[in-house]
């Protein structure tokens, strides 16, 4: 028997019982200010909306479901304390969203019914809850419709007469990627339905899903191609859905399984059940693991059996749903803002494995922050072989008294890298040597320094450091800065051969010089410059992002540019000026404030605005960047915004949709600033309408996003938990 210690940090541990947990952080929320609740609301909110983005939209999450589900619940405990920050824009109020901004790959549409989220659980003790909840509403005996929870991309397809017309990707849950092309291409899943009985005109959602045979390969063949292998089959999915060749689409493996019909499309039946038995005698892809149950002790059952068994299928589950029955009484259990009443996701703890400590190694990440990481034994978790785990910091190997040479535990949530829960101490062997943290960076040399509140150590060398260097030029570059192609590999070429030393240095690129790097030719060098000349007609808003200046994430850089207009007069900003700015706070005024005034900033500036960079915002910039996106919509603006809210509506009206003043059930959504009116937002609540903060609409029409604001470092797990407990 091995003896296993959790980390005795004061911060969060995964083997202490949820529950018990809880009721720790209950009283301390009691004894917590409000203006401390305040500053872990926003926090937390920016955490959780960061996550969502890595989730959905980059596909490479870096907490476990797990850790982001307790994000959730500790923020949804505090708003529920502190009732005075609830905010229709909390991410407690919302689903997450996959939706890409920037350049849009696949047509928007609006989803007939929001696609929403389930109620997770990871106790029996709230699954008799929900269960007595529900017996407390419905007055008669009724049944539960038991299924597993498949862990892939949410799908919502339409057949209109028998035939496969639509399938869009959740993306925030209103609006979805169609991504019908790629979906034909998936086996399983009819384009013509059979037998009869089927509803003329009816949505049917589901989950695509990687198996993980497909999975390995598709993982062999990037990393022998130099790619980065997907993190899980749900990021390899996901991906896949997303990608332009519908033909690589349909050799990825990918299968599909189908378990919701929403109720308002099914006629003619009595219970979901017996729908999905309908379903899958039309010939679409229904599982075969489902149960119906008609007490505790048997969706019980169901759990247990399913918590052991599901390691032998070939595709991943995270977990059981138990949905109520009858059609009837999920309409009179009804929705909340985010999920049904009616249905209950059970999810199952993380595998957890134990292996051997061989190495550390340190890691310097774009702002100089030194990660160490652990070689370990490889060993296999949840369906992959793993071997290295984050360290995150020194205090996470000094609070596990972590030696090189021990027994750990690991864990494999969402992220690639597992991270290490525990360590055996009864199994070290005696030459186990302690680690002994670098006093320089890696890099470059320079003595690391911590600054007093800090847990990490930083190599200051931020002008010379090559690996922050690189990164600032990798960051320049993003999809969401100047929008060009170019990956990690290309950085190292362009900067180990002195080509790039500052984002300047990329509009003076030579041909000749792209065609003297190895395995560069002539198509792919002109295509990067074309790229990069491309890139000239970048608007202020992104390019003020791609400056990097700490702290000004995409949306601010977007708020910051249309305020002010041009990067002269932010440069001429006053110290006050700045900080007077809505959703500005005194250590981004700071930032920006001394970011101006630093001469070796305002001569790259120069030097890019004579490459012919943007510096000025176009004077119709509120409607530049029409689309269709918001098509046949109907939005209630309400409340106050970073833009006047006249200027919200033209944005509304300038991407198709229709700009109304009272919320019924016509509304697509209400968009809702700082202060909505009361009572729209009640209204909405009623009518279970959508309610969409500022930042998720811009990310929406394109000219914003979530939070790469105040992305200043990967997140790792345990500074998420910023040590609340
Ligand atoms: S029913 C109204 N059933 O899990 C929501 N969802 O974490 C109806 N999921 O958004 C969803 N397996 O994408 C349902 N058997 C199952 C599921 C399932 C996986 C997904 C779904 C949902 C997410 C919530």
Redesign the pocket.
């Known amino acids: 028997m091995c003896s296993i210690i959790v980390r005795k940090t004061g911060r969060k541990s995964e083997e202490i019982d949820y529950f018990c947990k809880f009721s720790v952080l209950q009283a301390r929320y009691w004894i917590m200010e409000a203006t401390e609740a305040g500053k872990l609301i926003i926090s937390l909110r920016n955490q959780i909306e960061e996550n969502n983005r890595r989730y959905y939209v980059d596909n490479a999450p870096v907490i476990s479901d797990y850790d982001f589900d307790q994000l959730l619940y500790r923020l949804a405990e505090l708003e529920r304390q502190f009732p005075q920050f609830d905010s229709p824009d909390s991410p407690t109020h919302h689903v997450g969203s996959d939706l890409q901004s920037g350049s849009q790959r696949f047509a928007r549409r609006a989803h007939k019914y929001p ?4 109620g ?1 659980t990871y106790s029996m003790e709230e699954v008799e809850e929900f269960a007595a909840r529900a017996a407390r509403i419905i007055d008669t005996s009724f049944t539960y419709s038991c ?4 862990d892939g991309a ?1 799908i919502s397809l339409t057949y209109r007469h028998g035939r496969l017309v639509q399938a869009l990707t ?1 993306g925030d849950g209103v609006v979805g990627d169609d991504v019908t092309v790629n979906i034909r291409k998936i086996k399983g899943i009819p384009h013509t339905l059979h037998g009869s009985g089927y509803p003329d005109d009816f949505e049917i ?1 589901g ?1 695509i899903l990687m198996p993980f045979d497909s999975f390995d390969r598709l993982n062999k063949e990037r990393e022998d191609a130099g790619e980065e292998p997907f993190a899980n089959p749900r990021n390899a999915a996901s991906g896949s859905l997303k990608l332009l060749d519908s033909e690589e689409v349909g050799r990825r493996g990918l299968m599909c399984t189908l ?2 019909i929403p109720s308002q499309d099914i006629t003619g039946q009595e219970g979901h059940y017996q729908a999905l038995d309908a379903a899958a005698s039309w010939g679409l892809p229904v599982s075969d693991k489902r149960k119906l149950c008609s007490s505790i002790e048997e969706i019980k059952d169901y759990i247990t059996y399913w918590d052991t068994e599901r390691k032998l299928l070939p595709y991943a589950t995270d977990g059981v ?1 138990i ?1 109520i029955n009858s059609l009837e009484h999920q309409r009179e259990l009804g929705y909340t803002a985010k ?2 009443r009616w ?1 209950v ?1 059970y999810k199952f703890k993380a595998e957890e494995a134990l292996t051997k400590v061989l190495s550390i190694d340190y890691q310097v990440g774009r702002t100089g922050a030194v990660t160490p990481v652990a070689n370990m034994e490889p060993v296999f978790l949840s369906g992959t072989m793993v071997k290295r785990a984050t360290l995150v910091n020194e205090d996470f190997i000094r609070s596990f008294d972590l030696r090189i040479g021990d027994t750990v535990k690991v864990v494999k949530g969402g992220e690639i890298i597992p991270k290490i829960i525990g360590v055996d101490l009864s199994s070290r062997p005696a030459d186990a040597s302690v680690p002994v943290f670098p006093s320089v960076c890696p890099d470059c040399g320079t003595p690391l320094i911590k600054e007093a509140d800090q847990a990490r150590w930083y190599c200051p060398n931020a002008s010379s450091c090559p690996t922050q260097i690189k990164g600032r030029l990798l960051h320049f570059l993003s999809r969401k800065a100047m929008n060009v192609l170019c990956g990690e590999a290309t950085i190292d070429q362009l900067y180990d051969r002195g080509f790039v030393r500052r984002p300047s240095d990329f509009y003076q690129l030579q041909m000749r010089q792209l065609m003297s790097l190895e395995g560069w030719k002539e198509k792919a060098s002109t295509r990067f410059l074309n790229s990069i000349d491309a890139s000239r007609k970048v608007g202020f808003d992104h390019v003020l992002f791609a400056l990097g200046i700490r702290y000004v994430g995409q949306t601010t850089a977007a708020m910051l540019a249309v305020k002010f207009g041009s990067i002269d007069a932010l440069a001429a900003a006053s110290y006050e000026e700045l900080k007077d700015v809505e959703d500005i706070g005194e250590t981004m005024a700071r930032s920006i404030y001394d970011y101006f005034r630093n001469e070796a900033e305002i001569a790259e500036i120069e030097r890019l605005k004579a490459a012919g960079l943007q510096f000025e915002m176009k004077s119709d910039a509120a409607t530049e960047k029409a689309s269709d996106v918001l098509a046949g919509m109907t939005v209630v603006v309400s409340g106050t915004f970073a833009l006047s809210r006249d200027e919200m509506k033209a944005l509304v009206t300038a991407h198709g949709g229709k700009a109304a003043s009272g919320v019924s059930g016509k509304t697509s959504f209400l968009l809702a600033g700082e202060k909505p009116g009361p009572e729209k937002v009640k209204k909405a609540g009623e009518l279970g309408v959508r309610i969409m903060s500022e930042e998720e609409f811009m990310a929406l029409i394109g000219k914003g996003n979530n939070k790469e604001d105040n992305k200043e470092e990967e997140a790792f797990p345990e500074d998420l938990f910023g040590g609340m407990i």
Do not use: T
């Not at 696609?115 to 389930?118: A, D, F, H, N």
């Not at 299924?147 to 498949?150: G, P, S, T």
């Open positions: 696609m929403l989220s389930l997770n299924e597993l929870k498949f949410g959740r959602r989950e378990y919701h749903v949905k999920s049904p249905a996701a």
